[in-house]
């Protein structure tokens, strides 16, 4: 069967300030009766140390007991070690936020581990509040009909949309192939250009980064469609329309934003040595606020061709399904990696769920525009969460910059 678009088990309005007592006390039971299951097979398979959370001065250590997890009182031995206020831990706590968000943020504080093992404690913890597993030992790739899916298909337009649907939920993403015109696309390209001196670094709608002769190069212009007509058209298009339906088929799907910043256009040069250029492995739903949004559709717009010479989106097939920690997808990702080459006017499209990188390009600048579909919102659901973490992606680059400014870069993953 296929997969669930709509992941969402959560809404703004039901947030209040959760204590770490409150939480452990009450509500901890409840999803470890639920969920231990998957995060004791997950602390299993990652060989992950227990997990002690520090609150102005009291701690709590989630571990493993059998086939499910339990809480203790105090920092157990080898456990390792995250202090959050009790803001953060309130919205840990009620996943609007995750470890990755505050460490994007440069707010995460912890000891006795690593990187990895606080971003294997990321999946465990979604795992616990929501079921998501983080390893499953017999996850298939099939067809509608229940024969394996050929992960490298590629759909053009005449496709049938049953087939593109079911593939999106089974696997995590599409090539849509020849969905838009190639003129068009050379078009949006010389609009790129026209627009660029329009951006300049600071003006907190646009990224920048370095190549290796040192030179600042604008890797992304958000508000793009003010300079593009053509983009204007497509996404108002009947092409564009038709694809929202085939996409969500039983879901209703929504443009992700509607505003000035509904597109991205996205530059990437070959041999950048610093800045959010080429983005290593992450979900977008990564910051925090996968129960409240899940999933949402990210649509790539292939404007030049992305192939090994000048990079491409790669994803993780069925990593909406299992939670895989972003560190392990970086170093030894247990679900197929799949590359997706590109022609200008081809699009890729990914779940918010599912992990994604772009490599660098070798030879060759590469030119691709981000847009998306969210889930219509759930009735009553005001959504009023939403804008601090799009806050904190579009501060990215500012983060970023200062460090760099100070000496003290740091890898950071994006969204
Ligand atoms: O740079 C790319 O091609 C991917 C960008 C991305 O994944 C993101 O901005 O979240
Ligand atoms: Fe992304």
């Known amino acids: 069967m296929a997969y669930n678009l709509d992941r969402r088990t959560r809404r703004d309005e039901d947030r209040h300030h959760i204590t770490a007592g409150e939480f452990f006390a009450q509500e ?10 998957l995060v004791a097979a997950g602390i ?3 060989a992950a140390q227990p997990l002690a959370v520090e609150v ?7 571990l493993r007991t059998g086939a499910t ?5 105090g920092t157990a031995e080898g456990a390792v070690v995250v202090t959050l206020t009790p803001g953060q831990f309130s919205d840990w706590a009620q996943n609007q936020m995750a470890f990755n968000g505050f460490s994007v943020a440069r707010e995460l504080r912890f000891r006795n581990g690593t990187i990895a093992d606080v971003s294997a404690w990321d999946s465990l913890w979604i795992a616990l509040l929501e079921g998501w597993p983080v390893t499953d030992d017999n996850l298939s790739f099939l067809d509608r009909h229940g024969a394996p899916l050929d992960l490298a298909t590629a759909f053009t337009p005449d496709a049938d949309p ?18 838009l015109d190639p003129e068009d696309m050379a078009r949006i390209v010389a609009d790129m250009d026209r627009a660029l001196p329009h951006y300049h670094e600071g003006d907190r709608k646009s990224w ?3 190549v290796k002769d040192g030179t600042r190069c604008c890797v992304r212009m958000q508000e793009f469609i003010e300079h593009s007509p053509t983009t204007a058209q497509i996404l108002s298009g009947e092409t564009w329309d038709r694809m929202r339906r085939v996409l969500g088929d039983q879901d209703e799907l929504a443009q992700k934003r509607a505003d000035g910043r509904i597109i991205e256009a996205l530059y990437k040069p070959v041999g950048v040595v610093s800045g959010p250029s080429d983005v290593d492995f992450h979900r977008d739903c990564h910051l925090g606020r996968h129960a409240y949004i899940c999933s949402s559709l990210t649509v790539g717009i292939a404007l030049t061709p992305a192939g090994q010479g000048n990079g491409s989106l790669q994803v993780i097939a069925g990593s909406h399904r299992v939670a895989m920690p972003v560190e392990v997808a970086k ?3 247990y679900l197929p990696v799949v590359a997706l080459p590109t022609e200008a006017g081809d699009l890729t499209v990914h779940l918010s769920c599912t992990l994604h990188e772009s490599t660098p390009p070798v030879f060759a600048e590469r030119r691709v525009m981000y847009t998306g579909f969210r889930l219509a919102p759930l009735a009553g659901a005001n959504g009023s969460g939403d804008a601090s973490l799009g806050e904190l992606r579009e501060s990215v680059n500012d983060i970023l910059r200062n460090e760099y400014d100070g000496g003290t870069a740091a890898g950071v993953t994006v969204e």
Not at 56 to 62: K, P, R
């Open 331 to 333: 170093t030894r990702p």
């Open 162 to 179: 049953a087939d593109i649907a079911h593939f999106l939920r089974e696997a995590g993403f599409l090539h849509l192939k020849g969905w």
């Open 208 to 210: 920048w980064a370095t």
């Open 56 to 62: 102005e001065g009291s701690a709590w250590t989630v």
């Open 44 to 46: 299993e398979a990652l």
């Open 69 to 73: 997890v339990d809480v203790q009182s």
């Open 28 to 37: 901890f039971p409840r999803l470890a009766a639920k969920h231990g299951h």
